[in-house]
Nanobody, 124 residues
């Protein structure tokens, strides 16, 4: 059983930065940040798996977002820079206890555990 708790969301102006954190309990193999704008599907934003050197990033956030995992404290962070209004969404931390092949990492259906989400709002 894995429990996830996000923190760090909020409101910021375009061009600003926010850092999201996810406190995790339990053993995981892949951890991810997903986001879901109003009326749209959930999208994999950044994903990190044990043993994989290069995290996955959605094209829309490459060069602006950075995912990192602190194995000592069992936390997952998402540093978001140069934020745009289109980044506005509910952001969710997700975890899989099974290791996911590359083709499945951005598939929300492959993640068993989810946090409650934290809202990020970027104003222009």
């Amino acid at each position: 059983q894995v429990q996830l708790q996000e923190s760090g969301g909020g409101s910021v102006q375009s061009g600003g930065s926010l850092k999201l954190s996810c406190a995790a309990s339990g053993d995981t193999r892949c951890m991810a940040w997903f986001r879901q704008p109003p009326g749209k599907e959930r999208e994999g934003v950044a994903i990190i798996c044990v043993g994989v050197t290069s995290p996955y990033y959605a094209d829309s956030v490459k060069g602006r977002f950075s995912i990192s995992q602190d194995y000592t404290n069992n936390t997952l962070d998402l540093q978001m820079n140069s934020l745009k209004p289109e980044d506005t969404a509910m952001y969710y931390c997700a975890a899989s206890q099974g290791w996911l092949a590359t083709m499945y990492r951005a598939d929300a259906n492959k993640y068993t555990y989810w946090g409650q989400g934290t809202q990020v709002t970027v104003s222009s």
